[in-house]
């Protein structure tokens, strides 16, 4: 193995990639590291990650443990789906998601998945729905899914210092001494690229808020800055294992700095909401098919865009879940409302972004005259849609873009469909264009209206079942929100500030 500073620890230790990782290598791990505890991670219901600790007193209590995993009560992870009488499930480790709590350095963590009394995945769990997708693009396609998600989140400190202040909405890749939190973000970047290891890179985003008014006791009075962690492509299963357990390291991290971090969607009015864009590429026989030799999109890659044009206006449903989500989605900033695609173009719902695709080993361009060997490498096209936000329930979301994918590369119809969606140019300085573009939801109220008409498209092969798809319309019912631009537009100056701050701080840590 190679063994760079932030390679994963426990594969150094191991000498093997994580993918190959055995029960006799985690109880090797056990044994060298002196670990007092294992700790099992999932995700429920409200996408949030859970734990459990079980303490390691002797070798025989891990083997059971790596096993055949534990219980958890099912009917309080998922409240509403599973009745209290029948609410066991196994909570069972994945071996490859493994790694030493850098919080808790004498537990050893895990990744679990739910499976049912009879050893089956559970059908109601976000991550098995997220599998089973996956599975059936596989079976019916032939071709894999690879994902990343950009995550977007304000960090908030107390700012006694106010000296190089970098001004509002002008915070983008910012270096210190403007940016005050460089350092607790090479924190997260060193724990995230350890533990999870498909990390991108991290920068200050556009958002800077230099002194927040708020009546929420942890908000008030204090700077934020808007940070950006972008994860590297895995299989779309472990991607939104990535994201979850992204969002908890951040938090913790931050916790112990004594900051706040939030991936609320939106914060304060007219300053920049947290996105959270997910990219796509599909491969086969391991090669990523998204463009040809000369660097043009592929079949492969207009039928995704297509499928993912087809499902747009129900995806929403589980990537924008408070009502809030609708402040950021409004025209002329860089969030979409209407269906449609570009290339590099940020004012389109879905982006075709540069990907070395037509070009190469740029380095010999902009350093004359010195000799080296130029790399062969993979693709890196990808396509983005920009719709989701830190909101997005992540399993459910990418489940969701996984079946889009599939719908659009066994369906026709994607490939007319991306032809006639296709923009070019800024399409809110485009009137003409940007009422014939179809529209996405406005509301929670919206999405939950038309997540109901269509939800034949998620549940056909089984794979969202019925009871998740009426808990996420129930969800989004429950924001109330059905005439929230009418109130919007009878709102001015305080009423209208204090209308929305109720509203937004509502979700501070709800994601």
């Known amino acids: 193995m190679n063994k760079y500073a932030l390679s994963n620890p426990l594969s150094i230790l191991l000498d093997k990639p994580k993918e190959d990782f055995t029960r006799e290598d985690l109880l090797k791990v056990i044994e060298e590291k002196q670990i007092e505890r294992i700790t099992f991670h999932y995700t429920a219901l409200d996408g949030k990650m859970k734990e459990l600790k079980i303490p390691i007193p002797a070798r025989i209590n891990a083997e059971i443990v790596l096993t055949e995993g534990e219980r958890a009560d099912g009917s309080s992870l998922f409240k509403g789906l599973i009745d209290t009488g029948l609410s066991d499930l196994y909570i069972v480790p994945v071996f490859k ?82 940016s005050k939190t460089s350092a607790v973000l090479a924190e997260m970047l060193k724990n995230l690229t350890q533990i999870v290891g498909a990390v991108k890179y991290a920068h200050n985003e556009v958002g800077y808020i230099e002194n927040i008014k708020s009546d929420n006791k942890e908000l008030n009075g204090k700077t934020g800055e808007q940070l950006e962690i972008e994860l590297l492509a895995t299989p779309i299963d472990e991607a939104a294992d990535n994201i979850v357990l992204a969002k908890w390291l951040i938090r913790n991290i931050a916790y112990r700095h004594g900051m706040l971090v939030t991936f609320a969607p939106k914060i304060e009015d007219g300053d920049a909401g947290n996105g959270m864009h997910v990219h796509m590429k599909l491969f086969k026989d391991g090669k990523n098919v998204m463009v040809d030799s000369d660097g043009v999109l592929t079949q492969h890659a207009r039928g995704l865009i297509g499928g993912l044009c087809r499902y747009a206006n129900t995806l929403t449903a589980f990537g924008n879940t408070v009502s809030s989500s609708y402040l950021r989605l409004v025209p002329d900033q860089e969030a979409p409302t209407k269906v449609c695609w570009s290339d590099s173009n940020r004012s389109s719902m879905i982006r075709v972004p540069l990907g070395w695709s037509k070009t190469r080993n740029l380095a010999s361009f902009v350093n004359p005259g010195i000799n080296f060997s130029p790399l062969d490498i993979a693709s890196m096209q990808t396509v983005e849609i920009r719709t989701p936000d830190g909101s997005a329930n992540a399993h459910l979301l990418l489940a969701g873009l996984t079946l889009a ?37 406005a509301t929670c109220s919206a999405s939950a209206d038309i997540l109901n008409q269509k939800r034949a498209e998620y549940e056909r092969e089984n794979i969202f079942t019925p009871s998740i798809i009426d808990y996420t319309i129930e969800s989004l019912k429950s924001e109330k929100d059905a005439d929230l631009h009418k109130k919007l537009a009878k709102l001015k100056g305080t009423a209208k500030t204090k209308f929305i701050d109720k509203m937004v701080q509502k979700d501070l840590h709800k994601h």
């Not at 296709?422 to 300085?429: A, D, L, Q």
């Open 405 to 441: 994918a599939e719908w659009g590369l066994t369906n026709e119809k994607a490939h007319q469909l991306a032809e006639k969606l296709y923009v070019k140019g800024n399409i809110f300085k485009d009137k003409k264009l940007f009422n014939e573009l179809p529209s996405l939801p």
């Open 97 to 178: 998601s493994a790694f030493i709590n850098p919080f808790n350095p004498g537990s050893l963590d895990f990744v679990c998945r739910y499976l049912t009394a009879t050893g089956e995945p559970a059908p109601f769990a976000p991550d098995n729905i997220l599998g089973n997708a996956h599975r059936l693009l596989k079976k019916n396609t032939g071709l894999d899914m690879y994902a990343l998600g950009e995550l977007e989140f304000y960090l908030f400190y107390n700012d006694d210092n106010k000296m190089y202040l970098p001004g509002r909405q002008k915070a983008y890749h910012l270096s210190a001494p403007y």
